[in-house]
Every structure is written in structure tokens, then in C-alpha cells.
């Protein structure tokens, strides 16, 4: 008797978990699309400030600083491979 009313709390439960998940589909689907507008807006950053790091670095290059200049070249570098990995990550996600 005690296993039956575990059983049908237990059930309940769980249906009101699925319609929970139902529900906030939305919030999933709203919260992914802002990480993405924060991810292109870094990304587009990045892109646009690669010009003055060049620049900087070819200063830096003229002063004879070629370590820092080095440091600078690669912090603009460094922005693609990660923007690559993203743009994998969300072309496997949209296959699922």
C-alpha cells in the first residue's frame, strides 16, 4: 500500500517535471540566442581591433621591442581559433 502511494507521488512528479521542461523550452531557447549575440558582438571587437594591434605591434617592431610586439601580434591571433571552434560547435548542434 505505502509502494502504490510512492509510486503515484513519484509519477506526478515526473509529469510535472515534463511540463516544467515544456515551459521553459523558451528561456533555453532565449538564453542561447543571447550567448550567441555576446559571443558575435566579442568576436566582431576582436575583428575591428585587429588593425590598431597591428599597428601597435608594427611601433613596437620600429622601437625594437619584438618581444611585446609579439605579445600584441598574437593577442589578435588568438580570437580566431577560439571563434572557429564556436562556429563548429553550433554547426554540430544544429545537426542534432
Known amino acids: 500500500m505505502y509502494f502504490e502511494n510512492s509510486s503515484t507521488e513519484i509519477q506526478k512528479c515526473l509529469m510535472s517535471v515534463a511540463s516544467l521542461s515544456q515551459e521553459l523550452e523558451e528561456v533555453r531557447d532565449e538564453s542561447s540566442r543571447h550567448s550567441q549575440y555576446a559571443m558575435t558582438m566579442e568576436n566582431m571587437s576582436n575583428i575591428f581591433s585587429i588593425g590598431k594591434n597591428l599597428e601597435a605591434a608594427q611601433t613596437l617592431i620600429n622601437d625594437?621591442?619584438?618581444?611585446?610586439?609579439?605579445?600584441v601580434s598574437l593577442e589578435?591571433?588568438?580570437?580566431?581559433?577560439?571563434?572557429?571552434?564556436y562556429i563548429r560547435?553550433?554547426?554540430?548542434?544544429s545537426m542534432l
Not at 625594437?64 to 605579445?71: D, K, T, V
Not at 589578435?76 to 572557429?84: I, K, Q, T, V, Y
Not at 560547435?89 to 548542434?93: A, E, G, I, M
Open 64 to 71: 625594437g621591442s619584438l618581444l611585446r610586439a609579439h605579445i
Open 76 to 85: 589578435s591571433d588568438l580570437g580566431f581559433p577560439f571563434l572557429l571552434k
Open 89 to 93: 560547435k553550433l554547426t554540430f548542434l
